[in-house]
Antibody
């Protein structure tokens, strides 16, 4: 079955960086894009960006441009999301999700990782 | 950017009721609109893609409709396990989510 397994919780100081991993299994890794979404405590869902392991195309949300990078280790079927210049309002659960319609663009998200809590605190 | 506005923001209903949640887009998104359910402490679950396509394994009491800028999610015959937060999401352009609708037991 399709599974996305994310790395564990992180605690970071303001200004630091965090890199979250998302390991895929149960399907052909390069056939589907991966999206990253976050959810601050008690809040709604916020889209961060999308990455295609097929051709390394990516698209980041405008508000994160310049401080977010998505990358991949194809051999390990893993996608990474790095967020730099962390602030207290970056405290959230970060999810990776599989793009349900394939590798070529974002659409709907049909499988989700378990989430990674990133806490930013001095 | 396309904004999605859900109404109501919260809703109280009883088991067996029929409920409708609306999602309005700030610009036309044809049928690039998807619905998710999130229970407390759980990850979001895709219910409906492209406005009306029910995902495999999702009970048929869930249905979606709409196109352009106005969309609805209907649950016919609420079950105890349906009390959750529901989100709409568009993929016509850079993805965005509605603010969520919390469905509570009356």
């Amino acid at each position: 079955q399709v599974q996305l397994v994310q790395s564990g919780a992180e605690v970071k100081k303001p200004g630091a960086s965090v890199k979250v991993s998302c390991k895929a299994s149960g399907y052909t890794f390069t056939d589907y894009g991966i999206t990253w979404v976050r959810q601050a405590p008690g809040q709604g869902l916020e889209w961060l960006g999308w990455f295609s392991p097929y051709n390394n195309n990516r698209n980041y949300a405008q508000i994160f441009q310049g401080r977010i990078t998505m990358s991949t280790d194809t051999a390990a079927s893993t996608v990474f999301m790095e967020l730099r210049g962390l602030r207290s309002d970056d405290t959230a659960v970060y999810y990776c999700a599989r793009e349900g319609s394939g590798w070529s663009r974002y659409n709907w998200f049909d499988a989700w990782g378990q989430g990674t809590l990133v806490t930013v605190s001095s | 950017d396309i904004q999605l506005t859900q109404s109501p923001s919260s809703l109280s209903a009883s088991v067996g009721d029929r409920v409708t949640i609306t999602c309005r887009a700030s610009h036309t998104i044809t049928t690039y609109l998807h619905w998710y359910q999130q229970k407390p402490g759980n990850v979001p679950k895709l219910l409906i893609s492209e406005a009306s396509s029910l995902q495999s394994g999702v009970p048929p009491r869930f249905s979606g409709s709409g196109s352009g800028t106005e969309f609805t999610l209907t649950i016919s015959g609420l079950q105890p396990e349906d009390f959750a937060v529901y989100y709409c999401q568009q993929s016509f352009s850079t993805p965005s989510f509605g603010q969520g609708t919390k469905l509570e037991i009356k």
